[in-house]
């Protein structure tokens, strides 16, 4: 009896070893998504203020890249914390915590090339009337739905291209999407390329981790516009009750 309750202890005792290791394995691979997408992001909020743009081809403002930088950091600190937790001698910490101590200060940095940009002066604004009237014509053509269709086919045997245009359409979507609003074609249309675009990456490199994030996006979105759908039949239902009411108030 003694030795049958020791090899169970011997089993419960691997498979809490075996789940931690689990745990370690996803906390890495989340570092590594995260850091992918702050290295992205800043990278694109550093060529908008180089090039002098307040939004880009794709819609996105300089907030908005700002904001997923100080989101996707946020992120990162937490799996930081959560790897330091189950093996606090890992390597990978000091690694990811100089990484943030770096896109902490770039950013910083950034954010104050961003204010002088917001500055700019009525006048200089108007200089570049021409030069906005341009940028303009390119983001309506940029923004039709062949347009970014040819994106991701042109895209389909890159791995990591495809993956940069399924990030960007994530910050796309992310800033879109919004309760009433989620029903939007645009969105909706948006959505529809994303999933283009996984169906793509999941047949070019099917064991790729970002995969699990995107499909998390897609769920996500889903159940957005689902609310937004119930919600909208509740305003219906509740105007036409009213309606009725009022007929025998």
């Known amino acids: 009896m003694k030795e049958y309750t020791s090899k169970r202890a011997q089993e419960t005792q691997a498979k809490r070893t075996a789940a931690k290791d689990?745990?370690?394995r996803d906390c890495m691979d989340n570092l590594e998504r995260a850091s992918f997408f702050i290295e992205h992001n800043l990278s694109k909020f550093r060529e908008m203020i180089r090039q002098r743009k307040k939004k880009n081809e794709y819609g996105d403002t300089l907030d908005s890249r700002k904001d997923a930088v100080i989101r996707e950091l946020s992120e990162l600190e937490d799996y930081i914390a959560r790897l330091l937790?189950?093996?606090k001698n890992n390597s990978l910490i000091s690694h990811y915590q100089q990484k943030v101590?770096?896109?902490?200060?770039e950013l910083t940095d950034l954010e104050k090339q961003m204010e002088e940009l917001k500055n700019v002066s009525l006048f200089s604004l108007f200089g570049k009337k021409t030069t906005k009237a341009k940028e303009t014509k390119e983001v309506v053509h940029s923004k039709t739905p062949q347009a970014e269709e040819q994106n991701i086919n042109l895209f389909s045997n890159n791995a990591e291209q495809v993956?940069?245009?399924?990030?960007?359409?994530?910050?796309?979507?992310?800033s879109?999407?919004?309760?009433?609003c989620s029903g939007n074609k645009h969105v909706k249309s948006d959505i529809a390329k994303f999933g283009s675009g996984l169906a793509i990456l999941k047949?070019?490199?099917?064991?790729?981790?970002?995969?699990?994030?995107?499909e998390s996006k897609q769920q996500e979105w889903s159940m957005k516009?689902?609310?937004?759908?119930?919600s909208k039949i509740l305003v219906i239902v509740g105007v036409i009750i009213l309606l009725i009411l009022s007929d025998y108030i």
């Open 22 to 24: 689990d745990e370690i």
């Open 85 to 87: 937790s189950l093996d």
């Open 101 to 105: 101590d770096k896109w902490q200060s």
């Open 163 to 174: 993956k940069e245009v399924l990030t960007q359409l994530t910050i796309t979507v992310d």
């Open 176 to 180: 879109k999407i919004k309760s009433f």
């Open 203 to 214: 047949s070019i490199d099917p064991n790729n981790s970002i995969i699990s994030h995107f």
């Open 225 to 230: 516009i689902e609310r937004a759908k119930k």
